[in-house]
């Protein structure tokens, strides 16, 4: 039972009721009934301003519609008591029996437990998308436990969603790749390398590339030129280091539904890039122009010359973009423009992209370039600065969502880079160091958009300090209640059906019903937090939960006929334990939409 959505349909059925009456106009459309926890515990249990929203067009003061109401809502059984406060606001404070009959509901549902309805919508999530051309490191990592969290979060909802990486494999940094891995080819065949040269990845991780080429191909490209073997050796190693690619994000547990690659884009006979700038010309959106040089830009590098351009600053965008190099051959721009309208043409109506800090400034012309394929708008205001990394309307919306960068350290020191990929931190680093489960929960710990410092110590701590060991100590606490109780009331039936059965009246301490009403605002946790694509969200509802059940725990170590179980009296436990039962499968729901694993016992 979704609590909200329960008192929700009451209050909406009740201003039907006055419509028919005669209290509110006949005529009157009547808004969508929200309801929330008040921020005062004292005001009541949930909280609603549908009288101040339905003033205006009823033409009545809104205490007088709350008034309505509450004479209305006062004989539901499930209601202990009405009260209209300030201009109309309305707070109802629900009886001990619908909150225990929450703790049935949520039994019987299990894992169902503030599971969406299915919405029938496709969101499509692109994330991670990192050029293929070594191992992840730390400054995909926080991008990658936000994008796979927030996808995760989505079908939780009830959205069908698709998690896709780009390759980026279509631009000059895979040719490096190429020469870096055949210099490492000829280093397996015995050859002396030396000093790897600059502008060439030194990394060691493409010693077993090399090495694999060598036992699959001998010397045959060992002294051959460039052009003979570049190609193959590109698309040899691009093929490794997807596998690494994969095996890295897998340590993290996550895995894409689809990979797509940007050189296929243009490949063959079906040219998407043409496709799209094509798509983009109908609208007379493209033209041959000239730009202007952009402020600080290198004069001796600057090139004066007619090109094919994207009309972007007709949806703000600061200055129009350039689709093709003076070689003829695309700019990455356009390939990512193919690639949006390749993702339209899939049928999306929504794409959610997360970009790193440092690509704020791509934004603009990826939303206007969006926005012109899909016959959608930006939000902008008077000065046209933008409202909302969005486009509104037309078939297809994208979003986008930036994530922070993260400092490593180990003790309060900066920790140092990886000898494994030459310049860098990986993300396996950071997996072995502590595990993945710190590293996911710490990622989502903060909003996406505050920077975020990362201390090895801090996040294997066993303490309350530590929030996922906290939170996930909650789950194994609950665990062991069971194990306990067991042990202890052998003969005591702790069947899913005997605690949704039990009698929950027993469950009278305040202690327990605060943490009833925080069980209560999973759901509605869930959906908001889907909806403003902010998995953060549900990190901290977990650690609030976890605090009310290790404070009822404590409470139970203090006064002894409050604990759990009750070894003389078998109905009281049942009725307890239903409570933990409760608590255990929200905590394991929460965790597995953050991709955490929920332990039932902790060393």
């Known amino acids: 039972m979704n609590v909200f959505t329960h008192v929700e349909a009451k209050i909406a ?58 004479a209305k809502l006062a004989g539901d059984p499930e209601i202990a008591s009405v009260a209209v406060a300030g201009p109309g606001f309305l707070n109802l404070t629900m009886t001990p029996a619908f909150w225990h009959g929450l703790i049935g509901s949520i039994v019987e549902d299990g894992p169902a437990y503030g599971r969406g309805a299915p919405r029938h919508e496709r969101v499509n999530v692109e994330y991670v998308s990192a050029n293929p051309t070594g191992p992840m490191h730390v400054g995909h990592c926080r991008g990658a436990v936000f994008g796979d969290a927030l996808a995760n979060l989505l079908a939780h909802s009830g959205y069908e969603v698709t998690r896709e990486y780009y390759i980026n494999d279509a631009g000059g940094q895979v040719d490096v790749l190429a020469r870096s891995v055949h210099l490492r080819y000829r280093e397996a065949l015995g050859e002396t390398i030396g000093s790897i040269p600059e502008g060439l990845y030194p990394g060691d991780y493409l010693k077993p590339v090399g090495a694999a080429l060598a036992g699959k191909y001998g010397d045959t490209y060992a002294a051959q030129p460039e052009g003979e073997w570049l190609a193959l050796f590109r698309d040899e190693a691009i093929a490794a280091m997807l596998v690494m690619i994969r095996n890295d994000l897998a ?13 296929s884009l243009s490949r063959g006979g079906a040219d998407q890039v043409k496709a799209a700038i094509e ?34 600053t007709e949806f703000g965008d600061d200055m129009d973009r350039a689709l093709q190099k003076s070689d003829g051959s695309y700019t990455y721009f356009a390939g990512d423009i193919a690639y949006h309208f390749d993702k339209i043409s899939r049928g999306f109506p929504h794409l959610i992209n997360v970009f790193g800090a440092d690509h704020i400034g791509y934004i603009p012309r990826m939303l206007a ?8 708008s930006l939000d902008r205001d008077q000065k046209g600065k933008l409202k909302s990394w969005r486009t509104r309307g037309g078939t297809t919306d994208l979003e986008i969502k930036v994530v922070q960068l993260v400092k490593l350290f180990q003790g309060g020191e900066p920790f140092k880079m990886s000898k494994r990929a ?10 072995d160091e502590v595990g993945r489960d710190p590293v996911r929960f710490m990622m989502l710990y903060r909003k996406e958009l505050e920077p975020l410092d990362f201390d090895f110590a801090k996040v294997t701590e066993q303490s309350k300090d530590n929030p996922v060991f906290y939170v996930q100590y909650a789950h194994a606490r609950a665990c062991s209640v069971f194990r306990n109780a067991r042990e202890q009331m052998p003969a005591l039936d702790l069947s899913r059906a005997a605690l949704a059965g039990a009698d929950l009246a027993r469950l009278e301490d305040p202690a327990e019903f ?18 403003a694509r902010e998995p953060h969200r549900l990190a901290f509802y977990l650690y609030d939960l976890a605090s009310a059940f290790h404070g009822l725990w404590t409470r139970g170590n203090d006064l002894p006929h409050l604990r759990f179980i009750q070894p003389t ?6 009725a307890r334990c239903a409570l933990v039962d409760a608590t255990r499968a929200v905590i394991s729901s929460g965790l597995g939409v953050l991709g955490v694993e929920a332990p039932e016992a902790m060393r």
Request: charged share 30%; glycine share 6%.
């Open 422 to 431: 030459g310049t860098f931190v990986t993300l396996r680093d950071v997996v």
């Open 369 to 376: 370039a969006v926005a012109a394929l899909a016959g959608g």
């Open 279 to 312: 798509a983009l010309r109908k609208k007379d959106l493209i033209y041959q122009g000239r730009l202007a040089k952009p402020l600080g830009h290198d004069d001796e590098e600057w090139e004066d010359r007619e090109q094919t351009l994207f009309r972007s």
């Open 13 to 70: 059925a009740v201003l039907a009721d006055l419509k028919v009456e005669g209290v509110l106009p006949r005529d009157v459309v009547l808004p969508q009934v929200e309801a929330e926890t008040p921020r005062d515990s004292s005001h009541g249990d949930l909280a609603s301003n549908v009288a101040l929203t339905l003033s205006k067009a009823a033409g009545i003061k809104p205490r007088d519609i709350a008034e309505a109401l509450k």
């Open 514 to 531: 605060e943490l009833i009403r925080k069980l209560a605002q999973y759901p509605r946790l869930i959906a908001t937090a889907a909806e």
């Open 569 to 574: 009296d078998g109905g009281l436990t049942v």
């Open 251 to 263: 340590a993290l547990n996550i895995r894409h539904d689809v990979f797509v690659s940007e050189a």
